[in-house]
């Protein structure tokens, strides 16, 4: 038989599992889990990063994450180059950069764009979740299988 006390803690730890995130930790989830990959696969990662996220819509930009590389490159007047190879990295990255949004927010990601600039430096990563009333539920299936290996 189990006592008052430890029925209210167990009911308790299944409450605090259930809740949804407050959505400021939404957001550090974001940013944080952006700044981690950036960093594992450049090397280092931005100095600056501000996520938003309302309805169906997530926007990560961030600063400063030009690497030696890069910079020798932009310097040298290849900024084009630096750009095309960072639209490369990002499609190869497109489903880790999904699966930090995903853990964050607990909502698929159907959509996914990138942009960068060189003055100032900036990179936006955009997903568009599901569901959507922007996207029909067949539309959202076909999205879904497109991005997502079977």
């Known amino acids: 038989m189990t006592s008052p006390s430890s029925d209210l803690s167990a009911v308790s730890r299944r409450t605090e599992q259930a809740a949804p ?9 974001i940013s944080d889990g952006m700044v981690a990959l950036l ?17 169906d819509l997530v926007v990560c930009v961030l ?6 590389v890069e910079q020798t490159l932009l310097e040298g007047g290849r900024g084009a180059a ?5 639209v490369a990295f990002q499609e190869l990255m497109r489903q880790r950069f999904e699966e930090v949004i995903e853990r964050a927010t607990g909502r698929r990601v159907i959509g996914f ?10 990179m936006c990563e955009v997903f568009i979740l599901a569901p959507t009333d922007l996207v029909d539920h067949d539309e959202t299936s076909a999205a879904l299988a497109a991005t997502r290996p079977a």
């Not at 630096?82 to 960072?86: A, P």
């Not at 990138?114 to 100032?120: D, E, L, V």
């Open 82 to 86: 630096v750009i095309e190879q960072r």
């Open 39 to 55: 960093k594992e696969f450049y090397g280092h990662g931005p100095t600056r990063t501000k996520s938003y996220y309302a309805d």
């Open 63 to 68: 600063r400063g994450g030009f690497s030696r």
């Open 113 to 122: 764009m990138s942009g960068n600039q060189q003055h100032p430096d900036m």
């Open 21 to 29: 995130r407050a959505h400021g930790d939404v957001l550090t989830a």
